[in-house]
């Protein structure tokens, strides 16, 4: 389901962000795919276990491809093996995704918006009535809410996470999230981000 997701041709946020800056960084973006770092594989990996937790199974590195240190082996049997499980995980990050996850699930206010919002990362498809693009977004958590989680090392105040919202173009997401709800069908009584520290004390 995920890899058709991203095969599917249709435009999504992460590439339309980049329209706000020019037309050539919108083509180059297309043009150069992300590729996963350690960062963003945290991420995927948090949303499954703060989403879907009955269902959230890491895949973990054999010790024998890790170093002494626990840094990740280049020998080429451990390096056909991590091209083979490219999002697997130490068990150090698994721990650190538990801890990460169990913090967002143990606030009180996050469950209740959580158990309001059934379903998650479902994938929504439709055509922008402006340009007559095809688009696509697949929300964290939606129902009578809108929701989407983010990890975050900002400064922990309000200014600090206004930043880490105009500069990351938060707002944009939601509201492009939010229209793709509306045009099938799906209207929420408010959008709202999750935010949770990415290290410890995983303060959220």
Known sequence: MADAYRAHPAHNWSNIKHA??????YQHAVANPVKPTPAMRFGTELHAAVLEPATWQPVTVPGEFLTASGARSTKKEAADWFAANPDALTEAEAQAVRDCAASVRAHHEVDRVLAACPNREQPIFWTDQQTGLE?????????RYLLDVKTTSCDWTQRGFANEILNRRYHGQLAFYAEGLAANG?????????FVQNSAPWDV
């Open 20 to 25: 706000l800056v020019s037309g050539m960084a």
């Open 135 to 143: 688009c696509k977004a697949k929300p964290d958590a939606f129902g």
């Open 186 to 194: 799906v209207h929420v009584d408010r959008c709202g981000l999750i």
